[in-house]
C-alpha cells in the first residue's frame, strides 16, 4: 500500500482499509509507505479507537523503516 494518507478518502474506504488490515494481522505481510507519523494516523482513519486498532496491528511484529530525506526515492 502506498502513500497511505496521501490522498483524503471517504471513512467507508477508511474501513476497508481497516479490515484488510486486520484481515492480514499475524496471517501474511503487508508493505505500506506514508509521510505521515503515527500521531497523524487520524487523519486517515478519522476514528481515534480505529486509528489506535489499526496501528497495534500494523507495528506488531513489524520492521519499521524511518527513510527520512531530502529529495525523493
Do not use: C
Request: proline share 1%; no cysteine; aromatic share 10%.
Amino acid at each position: 500500500l502506498d502513500d497511505i494518507g496521501y490522498v483524503q478518502h471517504s471513512r467507508d474506504e477508511m474501513e476497508v482499509l481497516f479490515t484488510f488490515l486486520a484481515e492480514r494481522y499475524e496471517r501474511r505481510s503487508v508493505i505500506l509507505t506514508t509521510n505521515l507519523v503515527f500521531s497523524e494516523w487520524e487523519r486517515i482513519f478519522q476514528d481515534p479507537m480505529t486509528t489506535m486498532a489499526a496501528i497495534d496491528r500494523v507495528v506488531h511484529h513489524s520492521v519499521i523503516l524511518d527513510m527520512k530525506g531530502s529529495g525523493s526515492f
